[in-house]
């Protein structure tokens, strides 16, 4: 698949920044190629109304988002509310159909690696059975290093293979700060897991230009694995 799955260490970790700021470079720079954004699964309001609202995306919304629920819970509890089952079935085939379409397809997770998706599996299970490639987002804060070691510990017993990992500023944050709460020397040491960039605060997550500026500043090479990075404009 010539896709990129996004996940976290946790709810908020920075998911959609992540997707929203390589949409945007995307949008910015590779206008004569296609992309496509998925939302694996969602429960309440959130994801995929900003994707809508920011991005001229040319897909239908339940490829957008092939299964939702209302209530914003575990999927197998927001599903039981709801007297529905969870058909991942309907997920694999509309991102099947995605990648088929498109250039390239940016795919975001829930929670973190180990949020379950139904009462069996979790993120991490569903990454390794698609054989995904993905990236984990971990917010910059006090404790950024245990919640990193723990969500790639899982992604190694799962056998889900990560590409690296991008640390996100939840909050504004000095240099000093960063260095303090999330050291890339220890996470690449602890992991043997390589740090491709840091998303800097924004105060304003739904400015275009800020988003693809903040893209611009990662190892897009290993996170675009595949794709022309020559700008078309």
């Known amino acids: 698949m010539n896709s990129l799955l996004i996940t976290g260490t946790d709810t908020d970790a920075g998911k959609t920044v992540l997707t929203s700021a390589l949409a945007a470079y995307w949008q910015m720079y590779f206008s004569d190629r296609t992309l496509g954004i998925m939302k694996l699964l969602q429960t309440g309001r959130g994801d995929r109304e900003l994707y809508t609202r920011l991005f001229a995306l040319d897909q239908s919304p339940e490829e957008l988002n092939p299964l939702h629920f209302n209530a ?64 984990l987002v971990a917010p910059v804060r006090l404790g950024a290093i245990g919640q990193i070691v723990a969500n790639v510990a899982l992604a190694r017993h799962s056998g889900f293979k990560l590409k690296g990992i991008i640390l996100n500023c939840v909050q504004a944050a000095s240099e000093q700060e960063i260095a303090d709460w999330a050291p890339i020397d220890l996470i690449e040491s602890l992991t043997q897991i390589r740090v491709l960039g840091i998303l800097p605060h924004l105060d304003a997550p739904n400015d275009l230009t800020k988003l693809a500026k903040a893209a611009s500043q990662l190892d897009l090479e290993r996170l675009l694995h595949g794709v022309n990075l020559i700008p078309t404009k």
């Open 72 to 135: 914003p819970l575990a999927p197998p509890i927001a599903a039981e509310r709801e007297g529905r089952h969870i058909e991942l079935e309907k997920v694999w085939t509309t991102l099947q159909s995605l990648n088929e379409r498109k250039d390239f397809v940016l795919v975001e997770a829930l929670g973190g690696l180990g949020s379950p998706v139904t009462r069996e599996l979790t993120v991490a299970d569903i990454a390794r059975d698609w054989r995904m490639r993905g990236v």
